[in-house]
């Protein structure tokens, strides 16, 4: 079961609950980075003996879920980045996915 974590901007600290969905007990955190008003959460889950990923996007100043994109592969424990525009999420079957600033699998 995910469990909720404790954040601490540098001035308030909040709680986050991430967001699972249908999927519950089975998933787990694989990573979190922080980059301006943003914090990044990504989220491996096990569908039907499947892995899959979640990133989600939270409001650092306050928590607040902003929003949720499903990833195409599970996420690889501690294995994110944030470059420029772009989302770099390494995944369990060995790819790197890159997310543009709109969500979307951008293309190099």
């Excluded at 709680?15 to 699972?20: K, S």
């Excluded at 787990?28 to 491996?44: E, P």
């Excluded at 939270?58 to 420029?84: E, N, V, W």
């Excluded at 770099?88 to 190099?108: F, M, N, P, Q, V």
């Amino acid at each position: 079961m995910l469990e909720n974590w404790l954040i601490h901007d540098g001035a308030t600290p909040w709680n986050i609950q991430p967001a699972t969905d249908k999927w519950g007990s089975k998933s787990m955190v694989a990573a979190i980075v922080k980059a301006g008003d943003a914090l990044y959460v990504a989220i491996q889950t096990d569908v039907t003996n499947t892995k899959v990923g979640l990133l989600q996007n939270y409001s650092a100043a306050d928590g607040k879920l902003l929003g949720t994109i499903p990833l195409d592969g599970a996420p690889r424990f501690d294995c994110m980045a944030i470059a420029g525009q772009c989302i770099y999420i390494g995944t369990e079957d060995h790819r790197l996915i890159c997310l543009d600033g709109k969500g979307k699998e951008a293309s190099h």
